[in-house]
């Protein structure tokens, strides 16, 4: 009996430590390949067919990608319980396929500023601890001024900062959009393996050297989801030459997000804990130095948050602590609706205005 005990415990040892290793692996994969959610039904006399879901329904500005295709995506027109019909505002890549497996976009655009908005941007390289690093820079009215430094989050692309381009290019501030390692076509850490920020915040460190170096007579750091705790960690590590930091769904606590998508994928509490213990063995970060709460009260850098009620992703409660506990109007929070990073495409103009007038203040 006490045998038969015993090798129960061990396969539930074993299971949960596989489990939770697995679970580990997926936080710190690098991973950049395309997932297609959903397909097209139908399309044609400007318009498509989608199945109905929640991310294909949702009002606002998308794109809809297939293998080889891109559209922008105008209002729905049309539908029933199980199918939408959106119109087509325009095809920028291929043809749209009748039964081929699509998905919605929040980037809009692929390629390079000057393809996407008509923007000019010069291909820049910047140095770093694991080598040259790509980037793209939007010179602005001049160089010896405040700089924009745009921060994707984890897994993405420099495309992930198209949508705040129009408005920074506006305001007349240069923007450099940096890649960071593990990127596609950028340097590889020595592991090949996404550290949550804990490396990766070194090369926001080092885009702000190159902007120094380039005439900026300060900065703003952007980040979106994770690119939010590498702007966080720079931050915290010297703000002397940053006069403002904009956040997008940012990653406020690590421990709070991986308890989320441990839920989200019905994992008893104590595995995900058991799995946070190995994330951090296993790259060696202390997730309580991604808990950004304590630092609030600190907070002499003006800020603005962007957070979405729905979002699946990132857990939104240490964001609103955060702007709760920041000196008075240090924060400004605007919380739009959307899923992850979409406050953009849900209401474009608010967004943009929200982020004129920051940067107006903070120049």
Not at 128 to 157: F, Y
Not at 168 to 176: C, D, I, K, Y
Request: charge should be positive; include cysteine; glycine fraction near 8%.
């Amino acid at each position: 009996m006490v045998s038969a005990v015993l090798a129960v415990v061990v396969l539930l040892c074993a299971a949960v430590g596989g489990i939770s290793w697995y679970f580990a692996g997926v936080a710190t994969q690098v991973d950049h390949s395309v997932e297609y959610r959903t397909e097209i039904v139908d399309a044609g006399n400007g318009t498509v067919t989608l199945p109905r879901e929640p991310f294909t329904e949702r009002p606002g500005t998308w794109a809809l990608i297939w293998k080889g295709g891109r559209a922008l995506l105008g209002p729905v027109v049309g539908g029933g319980k199980k199918r939408v019909v959106r119109r087509v505002a325009s095809v920028l890549e291929g043809t749209l396929i009748k039964g081929a497996p699509a998905d919605i976009d929040h980037w809009l655009y692929d390629s390079d500023p000057k393809t996407a908005l008509g923007l000019d941007f010069q291909n820049v390289t910047y140095p770093s601890k694991v080598g040259p690093m790509p980037a793209w820079l939007l010179p602005g009215a001049s160089p010896k001024s405040t700089w924009v430094i745009g921060v994707h989050g984890r897994n993405a692309d420099k495309a992930e900062t198209f949508r705040a381009m129009r408005a920074v290019h506006a305001t007349g501030l240069p923007m450099l959009s940096i890649a960071y390692r593990n990127d596609v076509g950028a340097p590889r850490s020595a592991d090949h393996r996404n550290h949550l920020g804990d490396t990766e915040w070194n090369e926001v460190a080092s885009a702000v050297a190159y902007a120094r170096a380039n005439g900026a007579t300060g900065v703003v750091l952007y980040g979106w989801s994770m690119g939010g705790a590498m702007v966080m960690t720079t931050l915290r590590k010297d703000p002397s030459f940053v006069r403002g930091v904009v956040l997008d769904s940012p990653v406020m606590d690590w421990s709070a997000t991986l308890d989320k998508q441990g839920d989200d994928r019905h994992l008893p509490r104590f595995v995900t804990d058991v799995a946070k213990r190995m994330l951090s063995k296993r790259i060696g970060i202390d997730l309580r130095d991604f808990d950004q709460r304590p630092y609030a009260p600190r907070l002499r850098t003006p800020t603005l948050l962007f957070t979405t009620a729905e979002d699946a992703t990132v857990a939104n409660r240490p964001a609103f602590a955060f702007a709760k506990a920041a000196p008075p109007g240090m924060v400004t929070h605007i919380a739009a609706q959307g899923d992850h990073t979409e406050a953009w495409n849900v209401d474009p103009a608010a967004y943009e205005r929200a982020l004129t007038a920051f940067l107006t203040r903070t120049r």
